[in-house]
């Protein structure tokens, strides 16, 4: 008992409440907590019951919570205790575990690192739930711990499944990273055995019906310098041939994105101070005009500071992970130089370079064509209107509550430059990124067809010219791009996550502007000030999700090449070979918001929808 993953607190509480199994003290326990338990259920729900007509509905649901929340615990305890069977193998199994920890140095700090966050989330746990004193006189105080620590119990049981799920995955992926194809027949045909079992998650299910997951969550509320010179002479031999194109890189270098480069320290900085002090001043506009009577001019307010929110979040992310991206541009460079010893790899790297550059030009003249627009459209908007002669009575391009007084036409003028300036390099920021991801997209879809097209090569050749040395390169392959989407999901996810919930509350606050200006005076200022904003920010969450879709539609095709190759006229190893393939390709790459839900098109039409549903909520309260 001195080493184990259980905590002392968590041990005492276990024979507490009579759940720690085949002790004396047991009984005792469990039936002290049936008579208390049962005495205090009957008056609750007498209560609830004897006051289902009351007046003070508040009043009433307080009570109904409370009585289920004992309900809950003793379910709980009455669970528990019919299966103290299966409790007891699992501490035996537990027991079991630590001791053969202590054969291995690695496991036994893996299973000491396991205790100690144990620990100190079971005493976060408990020290959370004793905040919900009953003796606090204001309902707030009294209700809102109380509400979050609900919302945490439901989180912490779906994370748990959620978790459980990931790291069985990772059994498989592990299995077939390894070097099976080195093996005896029997020994690969063993792994074989163990990555098809792999593909059958763990989970945790409620009442045997639905998995436990972040998604399951979501719906009950109905997202270094030592090798930079490496780096540098890489790309350098391959600058003339990369998927990258020149906006994009250049992009790149100028929002500090580009890792290991001694510009990125300060352009960070200036990004840093650039947006920090714009945010200031846009969010000081949205907090002190929350009851100004011009909704839609609240709303355009609001739009414009989260657009500044989202660039500056996605550069944070991409500040943060630049080794993960480093990684990116190193597997890019090498595949460019595997490239070139294959006339028909070459063509496909070719189009889709070619492919990558159109669409990163149209992606950024698009949003570019936006912000003008937008400022346009201010200008139009000062322009029509009388009662704007006075530079302070004028409308900025940028929603702000400067420290200042517009009292010259001078100030005015140099604000709006400014602004327009700002204003310009946020959307540029925007659109870098953006072609960043379909840039990333492009690069390992063509690896993709690159493989398949191997795939189909081997089964136009005989059977007798088979070797290892083939297989073995298609399997490494196949590896290399697991990894490389693996990486696009570390270094988007998190964006994702925050794009799709910034842009549904934007598309909802633009989609308001346009339906409300329709019957004004000044509409058409309005509609050339807002509608391409509204249409790029919908095509932004159309590009991240439609990449999600595409890389997901691509990654099936893998298996579906290598089962309609000539793999049953190959010897039994490598036909073997084929089917490891085969089963890992099962498992389709994806890109995921906030590792809870995948990105496809079905998800764009959900963000869609629910921003209409906004919209109309929206008119029928303003």
Not at 468 to 488: C, D, G
Request: hydrophobic share 45%; aromatic share 14%.
């Amino acid at each position: 008992m001195g080493r184990t993953t259980l905590s002392r607190l968590v041990s005492f509480g276990l024979h507490i409440y009579g759940i720690w199994p085949y002790v004396p003290s047991t009984v005792v326990f469990r039936l002290y907590w049936i008579i208390a338990l049962s005495t205090t259920q009957v008056f609750q729900y007498r209560y609830v019951v004897m006051n289902i007509h009351m007046d003070d509905i508040s009043k009433y649901m307080d009570g109904v919570s409370s009585a289920m929340v004992s309900s809950l615990f003793y379910i709980k305890l009455i669970i528990l205790w019919i299966y103290q069977r299966i409790f007891y193998d699992l501490l035996q199994m537990m027991s079991a575990d630590w001791q053969d920890s202590t054969l291995n140095r690695c496991s036994s700090r893996v299973m000491i690192d396991g205790a100690n966050l144990a620990r100190r989330t079971s005493r976060w746990i408990i020290g959370m739930q004793s905040l919900n004193s009953p003796n606090v006189a204001a309902i707030l105080v009294k209700t809102l711990i109380y509400y979050i620590s609900m919302n945490v119990e439901a989180f912490i049981y779906c994370f748990s499944g959620e978790h459980l799920t990931a790291k069985s995955k990772m059994i498989g992926s592990a299995a077939y990273d390894s070097l099976w194809y080195d093996f005896p027949a029997k020994e690969s045909r063993t792994i074989l055995f163990l990555i098809v079992r792999s593909q059958k998650s763990l989970t945790i299910t409620s009442g045997r019906i639905f998995d436990l997951s972040l998604e399951r969550f979501t719906s009950l509320f109905d997202d270094r310098d030592w090798s930079a010179r490496r780096f540098t002479s890489l790309l350098k031999r391959n600058m003339g041939r990369t998927t990258l194109s020149r906006l994009v890189r250049f992009g790149l270098h100028i929002y500090g994105i580009w890792p290991y480069v001694p510009l990125t320290v300060m352009f960070r900085l200036y990004w840093i101070i650039a947006l920090s002090t714009a945010q200031v001043f846009q969010y000081r506009y949205v907090v002190m005009n929350i009851h100004m009577d011009d909704f839609s001019e609240y709303m355009d307010g609001v739009s414009s500071a989260m657009t500044s929110s989202l660039l500056y979040i996605k550069l944070i992310i991409l500040w943060i992970y630049q080794r993960i991206f480093y990684d990116l541009l190193e597997m890019m460079s090498a595949d460019w130089q595997d490239s070139t010893s294959n006339r028909c790899n070459s063509r496909v790297m070719t189009d889709g370079a070619n492919l990558a550059r159109r669409t990163s030009r149209w992606i950024v003249g698009m949003q570019i064509g936006s912000a003008s627009f937008y400022s346009v459209g201010v200008l139009a908007a000062n322009a029509n209107s009388p009662e704007t002669l006075e530079p302070y009575a004028r409308e900025l391009i940028l929603k702000m509550e400067l420290p200042f007084n517009i009292s010259t036409d001078f100030i005015y003028t140099t604000v709006q430059s400014v602004q327009f300036y700002h204003l310009f390099l946020v959307a540029c920021g925007i659109t870098i990124i953006n072609s960043l991801l379909v840039t990333l997209i492009i690069h390992v879809c063509g690896q993709i067809d690159i493989l398949r097209e191997s795939l189909t090569n081997i089964s136009k050749c005989s059977a007798d010219s088979m070797d290892k040395f083939t297989l073995r390169s298609l399997i490494i392959k196949h590896q290399r791009i697991i990894i490389f989407a693996e990486n696009i999901e570390t270094l988007f996810t998190y964006i994702a996550f925050m794009m799709l919930l910034s842009d549904t509350i934007i598309i909802c606050c633009l989609g308001f502007i346009i339906v409300s200006s329709l019957n004004t005076p000044n509409a058409a200022a309005i509609l050339v000030k807002t509608l391409i904003y509204y249409i790029s920010m919908n095509v932004e969450a159309f590009i991240y999700c439609f990449c999600g879709e595409h890389l997901s539609a691509k990654s099936k095709m893998i298996g579906s090449a290598a089962y309609n190759s000539l793999w049953y006229d190959f010897p039994a190893k490598e036909s073997r070979t084929i089917l490891f393939l085969i089963v890992r390709s099962q498992k389709r790459l994806t890109i995921t918001s906030g590792r809870i839900l995948d990105l496809s098109l079905e998800r764009f039409t959900s963000v869609v929808k629910a921003s209409l549903s906004y919209i109309s909520v929206l008119l029928a309260m303003y």
